[in-house]
């Protein structure tokens, strides 16, 4: 593989050239095919990769008297088939391959079913469940090990998961514990793992270092496609996104793979956060058949669409689907709520009595009558921060942002909720729940009650 790629992928071409003239049952033309698949894969064309892999399994005999040849290799190749479409992306494909791989036969590669499990359980603990994530990894855990060298490989994805699962305080130093030197062409996992966390435990200074550190390690190759091609300017975008330079979000998006379900859902996010209600709201509809196998992944979208809903004034309509989401999910648990932003997470826990009474009008003071319920995450942070006492320096050390940042979000937060003060804007958002009355205190120290 290495040879193909250091001589202008050459060895692509002639297992290209033996795959075009293969003839079915003819197993050097099927090797032919999967090392031209692979090939395409090393060389940062997953999607590609995974086109091909989807051609060869479909010329393959179906019947139960198939070739002996093709009825062994076909496992490995839906395998592989699942490994190129998680690179591509296409997470939910990638989670039928992996299932239909883990119930196989294979005493030859018995590894094979083991890392189809872990795999499985990394995509759903990403995007998906965690419950089930735990369940793969358990399984995994049981099946027998073996000699080969590929069980590095396996090891490394089963920790990779194990970090997104466990809890907040261990998460990052089992993160740190990963073998990046074996990592090979799964980096983008370990991208986007290291994101998660990060974004999780409020570090957002320290991932966009990593981000960059990462970058430096693993350059991105020409014509690169699927999470290749993206995780680095998806991970961007969601830090610009939260830092509110949403023209600097939608630019790292231009360069990512347009197909990704991942590069849909950050543009409408974006939209969301810059006002583009009407935009955000018809891609994150439009996008529900590609998240209905991915829990987490769902919900991240089904909140995006209720927040659109309380921007616009229109709780109940918010109401309804999250409701719509607990019936589809069995429930929603406590980590579930953790993808919704604060405003979100209060309707939840809401009667439908109360919501249908939820009114922006009530509000003290003159001229308000159609306040935004919501703010973007990062205002949220910064209106805590505000409510804690905390001055503009000491809240831009807290959130590893700069001070011009801090100011433009706390501008942002006054205008939303027609605030002229701190102390203002502070009791206006409590009435409307966005504060809770512990996060309410008074300053420690005199700190500007106007936006200077």
């Known amino acids: 593989m290495g040879a193909a790629e250091t001589t202008g992928g050459s060895g692509n071409e002639r297992a290209r050239k033996l795959w075009n003239a293969r003839q079915p049952n003819d197993c050097s033309s099927l090797l032919a095919g999967l090392l031209d698949a692979l090939l395409l894969r090393r060389l940062g064309q997953p999607a590609r990769a995974a086109t091909r892999l989807g051609e060869l399994l479909e010329s393959l005999p179906q019947s ?224 529900a058949d590609h998240t209905a196998e991915l829990r987490r992944l769902d919900l991240v979208r089904v909140s995006l669409i209720a927040e659109v809903h309380l921007r616009r004034g229109r709780p109940a309509f918010a109401a309804e689907e999250l409701d719509r989401a607990a019936h589809r999910w069995g429930g929603l648990t406590e980590p579930d709520l953790t993808v919704f932003p604060a405003p979100v997470r209060r309707l939840q826990v809401l009667s439908k009595a109360q919501v249908e009474e939820e009114t922006l009008t009530h509000l003290p003071g003159p001229g308000i009558t159609a306040v935004p319920l919501s703010l973007t995450r990062r205002e949220s942070e910064v209106l805590a921060e505000l409510a804690s006492g905390r001055n503009r320096k000491e809240i831009a050390a807290r959130l590893f942002i700069s001070e011009n940042t801090v100011k433009t979000h706390q501008r942002s937060v006054f205008k939303k909720l027609n605030a002229k003060t701190r102390s203002d804007a502070i009791g206006r958002a409590a009435l409307l729940g966005l504060l809770s009355d512990s996060q309410v205190k008074p300053p420690p120290h005199p700190a500007p009650d106007r936006l200077e």
């Open 64 to 287: 139960a008297s198939q070739h002996e040849a093709t009825k062994f290799y076909h496992p490995f190749i839906v395998h592989e088939y699942g490994v190129s479409l998680c690179l591509a992306g296409r997470c939910d494909e990638a989670l039928r391959a992996f299932v239909s791989v883990q119930d196989a036969s294979l005493p030859q590669l018995p590894f094979i079913v083991r890392d189809a499990r872990v795999r499985a359980a990394l995509i759903h603990a990403a995007f998906g469940d965690p419950r089930v994530a735990r369940g793969h990894l358990d399984v995994a855990e049981e099946l027998p090990r073996t000699g080969s060298w590929y069980e590095a490989v396996i090891d490394v994805t089963t920790r990779l998961a194990e970090a997104l699962l466990a809890p907040p305080a261990q998460s990052l130093e089992l993160l740190d514990r990963v073998p990046t030197h074996l990592i090979g062409e799964a980096w983008p996992f370990l991208v986007i793992t290291e994101q998660i966390l990060l974004s999780r435990a409020g570090r957002i200074h320290e991932a966009a270092l990593r981000l960059r550190q990462r970058s430096a390690a693993h350059p991105v190759p020409h014509r690169a496609d699927g999470f290749i091609r993206s995780a680095f300017r998806l991970a961007s975008a969601k830090l610009a996104i939260a830092e509110g330079a949403f023209d600097a979000a939608r630019a790292h998006l231009l360069h990512a793979d347009p197909e990704l379900v991942f590069t849909k859902l950050f543009l409408a996010q974006a939209d969301l956060e810059s006002g583009d209600t009407k935009s955000a709201l018809l891609a994150a509809t439009a996008l």
